[in-house]
């Protein structure tokens, strides 16, 4: 059994790495900021193995939830916050995932980061997201999860705006810095919905294991009301949105390519942004003890899963391409929340996290070489660099749900979890259907894009050379690059099979993830998976010949439909709505102005007048004032004579 | 004679000085104005602590010095009368000397 104290160092380990590049390495040892990367490594690694015990010993306790309430933090009236773990088998999984994952990326980062005169603030930051993304989900307590929650968006601001030099790295850490913002905010009125309602509410209102079980059931038992399951929901799938990149709040996640990538990889594909999921995975019961709660996860989830898709389709820059879809798989685990499936949306979180951090990596050596995200000055990088290609075409088929690999297990289950379905309407199934076909045709498409044809020039050609490149220099990335690629593509063949497998393998037995989770297994659906199979497959050839040996065609198509072409590439006029229209026109146009009025016109105005009036009076009694003693004198005289006559006669 | 008396000549001579203070023009007539203000006091002061302060009388019921109390304060007064009344005609001798006036009225510069 792991005790408290091995779980809370998973959590200090990275931030005590934190605090000594912040603190020792980067201002005394400048000269060695070699060191960095190696304590970065050297902590989460160890973070790792704590985490696979963590998960090794929650498989042996039999999938039960473990808490410990380690420090009693606030006590205000009856309501007590404890700082404290709760390790279930969705946090057991989630450190895994995340410590698993940025190992792999720390590693890389050795090799890509290399040197960037930021290297060591690089790592500080790192350790930082890691150890705060440790904490998110091993908190027992919304408070405590709510802390973690800012502290990983701060760590995102940090690491978009790595470069902030660059005028686009400064603007998109600040946009999604307030864009998440705007969720968190509702997350926090959930959290305080619960404090207010902490009388009506079963035990204690802000600890997760309470809000998780006895809530929910009191809910069922009629004893509290439902509204609350619906408000504190709401409330905390605004923060969801918000963090992973929902509709409305996606806007901010494709900018936050700016940062290095991988810290895309890391953060914007893996962890962070699945922190969303995450949460509302942590809060399931809670949801599904409300209708509407649950439906608007499932319209939401689907919606963004097909309209990133679209978007993706005709972005040119690889990243942006990888963020988009990002963006519309996590909106398939929302999806598959909203319809009551918690085991494949775990699921696919996992899988996910892999595989397009994966993709992500990939994209990263893409770019050591070519010098360039721009896709469309690259091309030819198969025969230069096999290994990257051949990882992310496994990336990208696990991506577009082939059979084996990891991605077909997770989202099939989800697409099958849809279509039997029967309490949400049909048109919010199909949506991540049609999402479906979509993004295999984005993904065919980067793939033609970045490595077949011929080489169109990279950072030489690129009007916008990345910071990072460093020019075209065609070879494969270093061992230290290339070896997470290969780690992670292992993952992505295997991962989906051995841990949720449709059929006893050995040691694990059938549907092991999905009873880990407490949760039913489904048995595969057959014929839908060989429909599905079979029709990726043929998408996938049939995109894959269009796009490159066909690239006359594909363009000449795109011209046909350059309305639509339009519509996506300036992604709906959100970003205009959004920035133009609301901000511009809106705040500072509307509101912005009209308090400057207000502040002209009201406070100054009162300001001014309490001024004039203390002039006036002055000028009035300076009128007394002649010059002439003797007037004085008169005064003086005429007073004293007052006084004595008021204090003789009265 | 009573105290009476006295007070009604102090007083007189008070209003006096204080008239001349007041209505003369001349910086020279306002000074002796305020000499006869400072004398009206010593008249007052003199005559109240030769009749108001009581006789004492000691332990042994014997009759002590009657205490002067007012009678030094005229002497203070005087002594300050006459300093203040030097460097009165001082500043008037200046002022004359800048500005070819003694009229109060016309050194008005204090004004805002």
Redesign the interface.
Known sequence: MISELWVWLILLLPLGSFALIGLIIRPFLARHSKLAGQVTVGAIGASFLLSLWALGSTIADGARAETWSSYKWLSVGNLEIDVGILLDPLTALMLVVVTGVSLLVQIYSTGYMKGDPGYARYFAFMSLFTGSMAGLVIASNIVQLYIFWELVGLCSFLLIGFWYERPAAAAAAKKAFIITRLGDFGFLLAILYLFLNADSIPGNPLDISNLTNQLPLAIGAGTVAASVATWAGLGIFAGAVGKSGQFPLHTWLPDAMEGPTPVSALIHAATMVAAGVFLVARFFDLFASSEVVMSTVAAVGGFTALFAATMGLVNNDIKRVLAYSTVSQLGYMMFALGIGAYGPAVFHLFTHAFFKALLFLGAGSVSHASGTFDMRYMGGLRKVMPWTYHTFLLGALSLCGIFPLAGFWSKDEILAHGLSSASIGQVVVWLPIVAAALTILYTVRAISMTFEGEFRGGADAAEDAQPHGGGVHLAESPPVMVAPLVILAAATILGGWLINPTTGLGVIEKHWLAHFLNTKGADVNLPLAVISTVLSAALFLAAHHLFTKRAATARRLSERLSPAHMLLSRKYYLDHLYEDVVTVRGFYGGAARLLDWADKAVVDGVVRMIDRFGRNIGRAI?LL??????GY??AI?VGVLAMVGIYLFF | MNLESFLIVGAAIFAIGLYGVLSKRNAVTVLMGLELMFNAVNISAVAMSRYIVPARIGSAGEMLPQLLTGQVFAIFIITVAAAEVALGVAIVIAIYRNRETVFVTDVNEMRR
């Not at chain 1, 004032?625 to 003797?630: M, R």
């Open positions: 300076a004032q002649t010059g002439q003693l003797q004198g008169v005289s």
